[in-house]
């Protein structure tokens, strides 16, 4: 699968296309209205952070205790209750006089709720493509979200001039109320991919198995620590430019979008494993410039530059596909993005600790430094990982055949 009308001809990704750009903007709308909600009740800038990405602290807790729900229930099922979830999430923060801690609350459970459904959204990716339309469907679905998010913030700044925020976030209940219409009448019914019945010690005994072997430590640390560390640059944008932040935060979207775009459309299958090192050095060298005095199009142009980079994590994933057995896929696609998430918010605070003592531009590239190392020290586990064929069983819970490791060959232990 090589070509977008080839990928939109496939049974069922246009409507998990379509409602995930529907429940990206609901949730956009929700964080913004939320944020402004929040912060004129309380006149709290932490607060009012907090009500936008409160949820994903509690994604992170759902990584380590309900990600085993991923492969034990069936797709459509739960992305239908997940965003029927985010609906009603919305419209219970729309409903006047809500104390301020049960809108916490609420926004902590949808949290929960979606560590779950990111597994099994891009779980049930991998099952709609072939398994080389893979890359090119997350690249789609990456721009996708790229570019809803973009508009959803100018949405929802316009909708909060003429507006209420809880008429906003109502807005944003119904658009994930209709997304949650879409999954049910366009998705097909499958079954769950795991027996068994999902809790936490199903969940920590996955994410070991999946963690056990130095191909996959390699590959997910590969995906988490050097985003993480060069999400702490862009987290210095404002302190390093205060009137020209907005200019470099564009540049650095359109960069990773076309890093996406270029990686999922123009890049061979064959070819993907020789542009991950590439990438994956790509994303910080550009950064060192920043100890330099640059003017704003320079700075401008290495962010751009820089966020190419982040397809290396789009190329990565399809390599821990071939790494993971079919029945802790969701799981296992779920642990790369909230383990993702995590390492961003671990990036932006050493990022912002490390300011409070040096510029914004020497933390920028000390960042950049620590980046590097990281990458060059996982480069020898990127390269076993690379030989290691897929697995010819499944993970934990089927048990591995007789004299085969637990879903991948004797290489991954060398």
């Not at 099922?77 to 979830?85: P, S």
């Not at 963690?211 to 404002?238: D, K």
């Not at 076993?384 to 993970?395: A, H, M």
Request: glycine share 10%; aromatic share 6%; charged share 10%.
């Amino acid at each position: 699968m090589h070509t977008y009308r080839e990928l939109f001809r496939t049974p069922e990704f246009a409507p998990l296309f379509t409602a995930s750009c529907a429940q990206v903007a609901s949730t956009t709308l929700n964080g913004l209205a939320l944020a402004t909600l929040v912060y004129d009740l309380t006149d709290s800038a932490l607060l009012a952070a907090l009500g936008m990405f409160g949820p994903s602290f509690a994604e992170l807790a759902g990584a380590t205790l309900l990600l085993s729900v991923a492969d034990r229930v069936r797709p459509r099922t739960a992305l239908t209750l997940t965003a029927l979830a985010g609906g009603a999430a919305g419209a219970a923060l729309a409903v006047p006089g809500m104390p301020l801690w049960a809108m916490f609350a609420v926004i902590l459970a949808l949290g929960l709720v979606n560590s779950v459904g990111s597994g099994v959204r891009y779980g049930l990716l991998s099952d709609i493509v072939p398994p080389d339309g893979y890359v090119l469907g997350r690249s789609v679905l990456n721009i996708s979200v790229g570019a809803t998010q973009i508009a959803g913030f100018a949405a929802g700044g316009v909708l909060l001039t003429v507006v209420s925020p809880r008429m906003t976030l109502a807005i944003g209940a119904a658009l994930a109320l209709v997304a949650a219409l879409v999954l049910r009448c366009g998705l097909a019914a499958r079954p769950a991919r795991s027996a068994g019945r999902p809790s936490v010690a199903a969940t920590w005994r996955v994410n070991r198995h999946l963690l056990s072997t130095r191909a996959r430590r390699a590959v997910y640390l590969s995906m988490w620590v050097p985003n993480g560390l060069m999400v702490g640059c862009e987290a210095l944008f404002v302190p390093y430019a205060p009137g020209a932040a907005a200019v470099l935060f564009v540049a650095a979207a359109l960069g990773m979008l076309f890093g996406d775009l270029a990686a999922g459309r123009f890049v061979p299958p064959g070819a993907r494993g020789r542009f991950v090192t590439p990438l994956r050095f790509l994303l910080a060298a550009p950064y060192l410039l920043f100890a330099l005095p640059l003017s704003t199009p320079v700075a401008a142009g290495a962010a751009a530059v820089a966020s190419v980079g982040f397809a290396a994590t789009l190329l990565l994933q399809e390599r821990l596909i071939a790494l993971t057995g079919e029945n802790v896929r969701g799981q296992a696609l779920g642990l790369h993005v909230n383990g993702m998430k995590a390492m961003q918010a671990i990036g932006a605070t050493l990022a912002g600790l490390l300011a409070q003592y040096v510029p914004a531009s020497a933390a920028m590239a000390v960042m950049a430094m620590a980046s590097l190392a990281v990458t060059a020290a996982l480069s020898p586990g990127l390269r076993l990982s690379d030989r290691v064929q897929p697995p010819c069983r499944t993970g934990p819970g089927d048990g591995p055949a007789p004299g085969e490791p637990r879903g991948l060959t004797s290489a991954a232990h060398a």
